[in-house]
């Protein structure tokens, strides 16, 4: 019998082999802007959880290394993940003294490289199994409901980022509700102006070039710029138009916010209507005026259900996009995660920072997940997108 | 001739924008209106010139990283020997994607502190996907045809990738290229949140004493920048595109 090397296994090998044995498992602080202390596995974990984790990194090494069956190494992975979330949240309690509640425990650069080390075996086994979109999904919300039962049966309690959050949990809830609005409600504006304009577009060829320039140049202005610049206006709107004020339109805060992502994300939906519409197969079209239809009809029945697909890519890049940008509206007081990403970094309070950004990269990843599925599935059956 | 009216229009915007950074004083009249009464109109804490040369630096050398390490990675996964790391390279551009840029600055901070280090590696590793993907959209979809004259002809694998199919990818790779500018010039403004020297100082410091002009003048510099920046790559792929006669 003879063994083969997988290649991508030595470089997951690597990392495995550094993350576990060189690099620090955890960081203890005696209070939470003080620079920390590394710890090992063996001193970050108690007695004998410390040793089986060298001891199972040393094991997934071997199996990574080697050429194993794809599905085995998904669950090797998978299993790896979970595991080191449990243990990361043991060692917060092992390491923090009792009845100390400045101290600070967070991860270190080993948990990160082997939490690395397994997400990229998982990835790769993924990629080669090719799922279902509906198989991909369901294993997102797996995975979602496994973090959110880590964080309500309190095993991560101990760590500094949730330290963090527990002193603020009511503010969280809203800073993330103003997210989601944000992001959310300017990509439902978007798609609301953006659709009709892109067939607009498609029709009147003479529109087309100049629309589009236009939204291109709007991306080039810098998120910060253009946020600042809606300021002067909506403060004037405010004060000079009745009743603008009592919807909540103001100088600062979620207006600007909302109309800047709104004008980020035309562009995207338009661009891709405009070439989803461009790629409908004349025959199609021609069928379709051949068995009477109205232009009205064709737009609905043949055009928009064979450009869907596209269209939805659009909207893909237009929600990932926004969740991100999002953060930035903090800085003109529009509320959302980026709230704690600036307030950390003013504070040079990290564990502040990561409260605000690993859920934003949490909810762009799923939002990406989620509508790629879609995607996919659009593409699959066009009839019945409509 | 078609392009007369368009290339004035640039030739115009670049001349107004270097005016503007060497002698913004004479633009004084056109932001005052913006202001309120005693509040400076041209960004006074420092010289916007200095300011526009380091964001641009700071641009360059990430874009300059990112594309060395991603035409290096991409010619590596579409060649025999790398053919394994191909799915999972797909697989990580698309989630590297969904990293808002705010949050790759802000979790670089707490690896290499505050400057211009944090806002280099982000600019970095959000660089290299556009970059990634495009090479690797370039290299693995040449024609058949021409990839086989080519070893038809006695090359060796080398001179394959540097004689035929780099060149013929180029203009793709360019494309990454300029969307990963793109975006860096803008990115890089948030760089400023975190104590890096780039135009975001401008536009922070007019938001936080409520200057419009500044946070105008700011904006306006990086989106000329990145239009001019934007329409000469087009133009250098159009050339290069004709050349490579994939037009």
């Known amino acids: 019998m003879t063994f083969r090397i997988d290649k991508l296994g030595v470089v997951i090998a690597a990392l495995l082999a550094y993350g576990a044995f060189l690099a620090p498992f955890a960081n203890f602080r005696a209070n939470r802007i003080v620079p920390g202390e590394a710890r090992g596995i063996l001193e970050a974990l108690p007695a004998g959880l410390g040793a089986a984790l060298l001891g199972f990194a040393v094991i997934a090494i071997v199996v990574v290394v080697l050429k194993t069956p794809t599905v085995f190494r998904l669950l090797l992975g998978l299993a790896a993940l979970l595991a080191l979330a449990i243990l990361v949240g043991l060692s917060a309690g092992h390491l923090t003294p009792p009845e100390n509640t400045y101290a600070r425990v967070s991860p270190a650069s080993g948990f990160w490289l082997l939490s690395f080390a397994f997400a990229l075996l998982t990835a790769d086994a993924l990629a080669r199994l090719r799922l279902s979109p509906l198989a991909r999904v369901a294993l997102l919300a797996a995975v979602a409901a496994a973090a959110a039962g880590l964080l309500v049966s309190g095993a991560w309690d101990g760590l500094s980022i949730l330290k963090e959050y527990g002193s603020r949990a009511d503010s969280f809830w809203l800073e993330a509700g103003r997210h989601v609005v944000l992001a959310l409600g300017s990509l439902v504006a978007a798609t609301l102006v953006g659709l009709p304009l892109g067939i607009l577009c498609h029709r009147v060829e003479a529109l087309r070039a100049g629309v589009l320039n236009v939204l291109n140049i709007i991306q080039t202005i810098p998120s910060i710029a253009l946020f600042g610049l809606l300021i002067a206006p909506l403060g004037w709107i405010a004060v000079h138009v009745p009743g603008a004020a009592a919807l909540g339109i103001r100088g600062i805060g979620a207006a600007p916010a909302f109309i800047a992502l709104f004008l980020y994300s035309l562009l995207p939906v338009v661009a891709n209507t405009v070439v989803g519409l461009a790629g409908v197969p004349r025959d199609a079209n021609d069928a379709a005026r051949g068995i009477g239809m109205t232009d009205g009809q064709r737009l609905f029945r043949v055009e928009l259900p064979l450009a869907f697909p596209v269209i939805l890519t659009g909207i893909r890049i237009v929600l990932v996009q926004n969740i991100g940008l999002a953060t930035i509206a903090a800085l003109i007081g529009g509320g959302g995660f980026g709230v704690f990403v600036f307030q950390g970094i003013g504070q040079t309070a990290m564990d502040l920072v990561l409260l605000g950004a690993v859920p934003t990269v949490a909810l762009a990843f799923a939002a990406a997940i989620v509508l790629d ?10 009839g019945r997108a409509a | 001739m078609k392009r007369l009216l368009p290339n004035l229009l640039r030739l115009a915007a670049l001349l107004v924008l270097i005016a503007f950074l060497v002698q913004p004083a004479l633009f004084e009249p056109l932001l005052k209106p913006l202001v309120q009464a005693n509040a400076p109109a041209v960004y006074n804490q420092g010289s916007l010139l200095s300011l526009t040369l380091s964001h641009l630096a700071t641009v360059f050398a990430a874009t300059l990283a990112a594309t060395v390490v991603a035409v290096g990675l991409a010619i590596l996964v579409t060649r025999p ?7 999972l390279s797909r697989s990580l551009v698309n ?11 802000a979790l670089a901070v707490p690896a290499v502190g505050f400057g211009e280090k944090p806002t280099l590696i982000a600019l970095f590793l959000y660089g290299l996907l556009p970059i990634f993907e495009n090479a690797m959209t370039g290299l693995s979809t040449l024609p058949p045809a021409v990839t086989e004259a080519a070893r038809g002809t006695g090359m060796t694998a080398w001179q394959r990738l540097t004689r035929v199919e780099l060149p013929l990818a180029l203009p793709v790779i ?6 990963s500018v793109v975006i860096s010039l803008a990115t890089a403004t ?5 104590a890096a020297k780039t135009l975001g100082e401008v536009i922070i410091a007019g938001l936080q004493s409520n200057n419009l002009a500044f946070v ?5 510099v990086v989106a000329v920048l990145a239009v001019l920046i934007y329409d000469g790559f087009s133009a250098l792929e159009r050339v290069l595109s004709r050349r490579a006669g994939r037009v």
Do not use: D, M
Request: glycine residues 14%; without cysteine.
């Open chain 2, 81 to 87: 020997i790398g053919a394994e790391f191909l799915p």
């Open chain 2, 174 to 179: 360019l494309a990454g290229i300029r969307l």
């Open chain 2, 190 to 194: 948030i760089g400023s949140t975190v």
């Open chain 2, 95 to 105: 989630i590297g994607q969904t990293f808002p840029p705010v949050a790759v600055l």
């Open chain 1, 373 to 382: 599925a879609a995607t996919e599935l659009s593409n699959r059956k066009p």
């Open chain 2, 216 to 220: 105008l003048q700011g904006g306006l």
